[in-house]
């Protein structure tokens, strides 16, 4: 009998009762795998040979096991391919699986916001990136790391930030997180570690983000928005509670898309720098402008007082899982401590890639592609809104169109309600966000529709705007 089993085909476990005999304890193992769905449906099995040999069985009792599975239904045989489960429904499922899942198949028509348009990942340009960062990468990069990140990654955005959003990095005062909920969730750490903080967020803005901060051990308050953004000035006004942080999206606040206006940034930053307080600068999509010069970082004029945080979430793919914060000094070693214990520190493939991605100014190119057809995206959008059988209902206002991959649909008082468009919306089987989920507190506020261009294809996104055209006049006229 050979002795290669342990070095070559499939692994199985199989607990096997003792108290039968072994070919109907071994039909038992497999048949129980099989329904509790441990093994899935068209997995490969070990060839009979191998299992024997692993087992302590002979190949015979192996094949007798499988012929009788197969005659039962749970596996199938076929000459050359080997011997596999059958692709049979799972016996046993959570009724709630999937029902929170992101990943799980959308509406045709997914103008949901937050999204980029996925399909246009450089897949040949990052391929490019790997072989050379991991043919030039030094045997330390496969072994536990620093937990600011590698240090090829660090270099290369303190380069990029500076020179695209006049971010003042220094690579010793950045740290590479999973992401910016990884980020936001650090900082919300560190700043409760000597007793509950208090961060304010805007009003509104994303749900999930203050849920994240009240886990950290921070508590929440929230600041106003309007048409020149947060409402900043607030922050020390009589009667707005004492905050030790402050979380803002001032080049393209989210969702009503505003800028920062820019007596207001000045106000933040004073108010920053008379309180000792911290900005937290969430520039998720600072590189995607379209009607209007870039504006820089709030970062660049403060840095003494701004965690400025950003991924490529947004502008490679939330695939990634990689993002930054730019550090005051005085936060670097606590934050550097708190990643160091929440999970040591973000893998290290992706971050050589992404630092030969950006030094071979792949990343340039990338972002100056997308930004065209997102632009178009956006134009398209609103052509197609104002188009005939007519223009948007009188009421329906189109915000936050000069930048970012989403505008918002304002919705006239005496019209149709959030509700109301989103049940049109998904009987059309049209995907769209609203404002009702992004405020701190229910009560009489605004209502819009949010709606994102960056998640259909190329193909398909024509026809998505018209269903969403379609929907809002129907709810209209409803």
């Not at 087992?55 to 007798?64: F, K, Q, Y």
């Not at 214990?341 to 997308?370: K, P, S």
């Not at 995206?377 to 991959?405: C, E, K, N, W, Y």
């Not at 605004?446 to 259909?456: D, E, L, R």
């Amino acid at each position: 009998m050979s002795n290669s089993w342990p070095t070559s085909g499939i692994d199985l476990h199989l607990e096997l009762d003792p108290a039968t005999g072994r070919r109907a304890a071994l039909e038992q193992a497999l048949r129980a795998a099989i329904q509790t769905g441990r093994l899935a449906p068209h997995a490969r099995l070990p060839a009979s040979r191998n299992l024997a040999a692993e087992l302590g069985m002979s190949r015979g009792t192996v094949r007798a096991a499988y012929d009788q599975l197969i005659a039962e239904g749970y596996l199938t045989a076929r000459q050359g391919s080997g011997t596999a489960v059958a692709g049979l429904p799972q016996r046993h499922t959570d009724s709630t699986a999937g029902r929170h899942d992101p990943a799980s198949p959308g509406p045709r028509h997914d103008l949901r916001p937050g999204r980029p348009d996925v399909s246009a990942f450089p897949t040949a340009a990052w391929l490019r990136s790997t072989r050379r960062a991991l043919s030039s990468a030094a045997a330390d990069a496969y072994t536990y790391d620093d937990p600011r990140g590698r240090i090829e990654l660090r270099t290369a955005l303190a380069e990029y930030l500076g020179r695209t959003r006049g971010v003042l990095a220094h690579p010793d005062l950045i740290v590479i997180t999973n992401g910016y909920v990884q980020a936001l969730a650090l900082l919300s750490r560190v700043l409760s570690e000597t007793g509950t903080a208090t961060i304010a967020t805007e009003d509104p803005g994303v749900a999930f983000h203050r849920e994240v901060i009240r886990r950290n051990g921070s508590a929440v308050v929230p600041l106003a928005v309007d048409e020149h953004g947060a409402r900043t000035d607030l922050l020390d006004a009589p009667g707005f509670p004492a905050v030790d942080a402050v979380e803002v999206t001032p080049a393209h606040q989210h969702p009503t898309g505003h800028t920062l206006d820019p007596q207001r940034r000045r106000a933040l930053i004073g108010w920053a720098r008379s309180s000792g307080a911290l900005i937290i600068e969430n520039d998720y999509d600072g590189e995607f402008r379209y009607d209007r010069q870039p504006i820089g970082a709030i970062q660049g004029t403060a840095p003494d007082h701004v965690a400025y945080v950003g991924t490529v979430s947004k502008a490679l793919s939330p695939a990634l899982r990689l993002g930054w914060i730019v550090l005051p000094h005085h936060l670097l070693e606590p934050l550097i401590e708190a990643k160091r214990h929440n999970d040591r520190h973000t893998e290290t493939i992706g971050q050589l890639t992404l630092a030969d991605f950006i030094a071979c100014h792949a990343y340039d190119r990338h972002i100056r592609a997308g930004r065209l057809r997102y632009q178009r995206r956006r134009d398209l959008l609103l052509a197609r809104l104002h188009a005939q059988p007519g223009p948007l209902p009188t009421g329906f206002s189109v915000h936050g169109i000069a930048a970012g991959l989403h505008v918002l649909i304002s919705l006239p008082p005496e019209g149709p309600t959030e509700q109301q468009v989103l049940h049109t919306a998904t009987a059309n089987d049209v995907g769209v966000g609203h404002l009702g989920d992004r405020w701190h507190a229910p009560g009489d506020h605004p209502q819009g529709i949010i709606v994102g261009y960056g998640t259909p294809s190329e193909r398909t996104y024509p026809a998505a705007v018209d269903a969403l055209a379609h929907v809002l006049r129907i709810t209209h006229r409803a």
